[in-house]
C-alpha cells in the first residue's frame, strides 16, 4: 500500500503545560504532511491556485488522540488518500512516533476544490484528480 | 435548552494566507470556550487539577467548517454538554458569526477525566459530573 | 498620561511545557492590543486597508519577559503610542497579571505605513497620524 | 566564522491574511533554531533540564522584519552565538530566502539559566558554557 510519509520533530513551541503537543498542533502537522505530499507529486498549494485557480479549503477535519507526543519527539506522519469525490479528497492520516514505533495520533483532513472567484465547489482538476488516483489505485488492487 | 455561549473576536494571527481563520484555530476556539464554561461554573483546568487529581486530556476533535470567518469577525461560539460517559464527557461546539447570524463551523471536543500520578482514565469526579449532569439533565426533560 | 488597555485571559493553547505562556505569544498579544486599540479610534486593520490602501506591516518586534504568566492569568496590556515618524509608529507595550499587579512583560512593535500596491513605504495618512498624534500629544503635555 | 544552520520550509499555517509568515513565527523559528543547535551539540532542551536541571527561559526578543516571507519559501535560518555571561547567553538569528539568498529577517534571543527549583538566574553549567565558548570562540580568532 503506497503512503507519504514526512517526519516532523516536536519543537517546544507545540507542547502546552501538560508537557504534552497541544492537539490542535496535530491538525497543523496533518496540514504540513498534506503540503509536503503535494510537494513530492511536482507542485504546491500556491501553483494550484494559480494553474487551475482553486483553492482547497479544508470542510472537515477529525483526530483521535492516543498517545502523548513530547518535545523533542520525532513523529513519523502518513498520508493516505482515503477517497476521491469529484469535488473533494479525503486524506487520512497516521502519527507514530519514531524511537517507539507507538501509534501517537490518527485522524482525516477533507478538502475541497473551490473556485478562487466564486468560492463554489468545483470539480478537482483532471490532471491533479489523475495523480491522487493513480495513488489510491495504487493501494487497492 | 441551556448552553454556554462566548465571543471571540478573529485577530490578525488567526487568519492564514487564504485571508480567513486557519481552519486549526476553531478547535483553539473550542478549547477556549470550554475553559471560560468551567470559569462560568466557579473552577478552572488548574483547580480541577489541583482538587481531584486529574487532567482533562482531548481523546478527540472534530470540526466541520461550513463559512470561512475573517479578520475582525466577531464569533460566537456556543458550547452544550452532548454526552456524559463515566470517564468522559463530549463538548458540542457551533460558532456563529455575531454580524451575520450565520454558522460558520460545529464540532466536537471528547475529554477524557485521566489520573494525574497514572495518565490512566478514571472516573469523572461525582461533584463535577453532578454540575455536567444538571448542565445536560436542564436541556432535555 | 492617555493609554489604551485591554486584558487578555491566558488560554491552556498560550502556555507551553514549562506551563507558562509560550514566549512568542506574548507579541500575538501585543498585535491583538493594537487591533482593539485601532477599534477604538472607530476603525480596524481592513477598513485602514481598503480607505487608505495601505497595509501596515511590522519591521521590529522587541519584548523583555520579567515574570511569567501561567495558564488562567487575566493580563492587562497598555498600548502607549511611542514615536510617530513620517511613515512608522511605534507601540510601546507594557502587560501585568491583573491579579497580582506585577509587571509581566515590557516591548514595542514598530509598524510602517506600506503601499498595498508597491510595498514601499509611503507616508502614514494624515487623518490616521492625526488620531495617533493626538493620542500622543495628550500624554505628552 | 562557524555558526549553526538549519532550513525550516514556511507552512499554510504559518502565513497570515496578507499572505506573508505571521512576524510572531519568526520567533518560533528562532526556537526552533536554537533547539537544532542543542541536538547538534548532542543534548536537548529536556537533557539539560534533567542534567543540570535548569530550565533556559527566555528574557529577551528582538527581530527587524526586512522581506516578507512567503508560503512554500525554503527559510535558512543561521544560529551564531552573540554574548555568553555568567548567567546567559545571547543567541544571533539571520533568516534568508535560501531560493532568492534575500535577507529576510534578523534578531535574536537572550536565554538566562534558571534553577527548576527556585527560578532564580544560576550560572550556566560549567560543561554547556565550554560548548557555547568554545563555539564563540571559534569565530572570533
Redesign the interface.
Known amino acids: 500500500m503506497p503512503s507519504f510519509k514526512t517526519t516532523i520533530?516536536v519543537?517546544?513551541?507545540d507542547?502546552?503545560?501538560?508537557?504534552?503537543v497541544?492537539?490542535?498542533?496535530f491538525?497543523?502537522f496533518f496540514?504540513?504532511t498534506e503540503?509536503?505530499f503535494y510537494?513530492s507529486l511536482g507542485f504546491?498549494?500556491?501553483q494550484i491556485v494559480s494553474k487551475y485557480n482553486i483553492?482547497l479549503?479544508?470542510?472537515?477535519?477529525?483526530?483521535?488522540?492516543?498517545k502523548?507526543a513530547?518535545?523533542?519527539n520525532l513523529l513519523e506522519i502518513e498520508l493516505t488518500v482515503g477517497e476521491i469525490r469529484e469535488k473533494a479528497v479525503k486524506y487520512l492520516f497516521k502519527v507514530r512516533n519514531k524511537g517507539t514505533a507507538e501509534t501517537i495520533a490518527e485522524g482525516y483532513l477533507t478538502v475541497v476544490s473551490a473556485s478562487k472567484q466564486t468560492?463554489k465547489a468545483i470539480e478537482i482538476p483532471e490532471e491533479l484528480k489523475k495523480q491522487l488516483k493513480f495513488f489510491a489505485a495504487d493501494r487497492n488492487p
Open positions: 520533530r519543537s517546544w513551541a507542547t502546552d503545560a501538560a508537557q504534552v497541544h492537539f490542535s498542533n491538525f497543523r496540514e504540513k503540503e509536503e510537494r504546491n498549494f500556491d483553492w479549503p479544508r470542510v472537515e477535519a477529525y483526530c483521535q488522540f492516543k502523548p513530547k518535545f523533542d468560492g
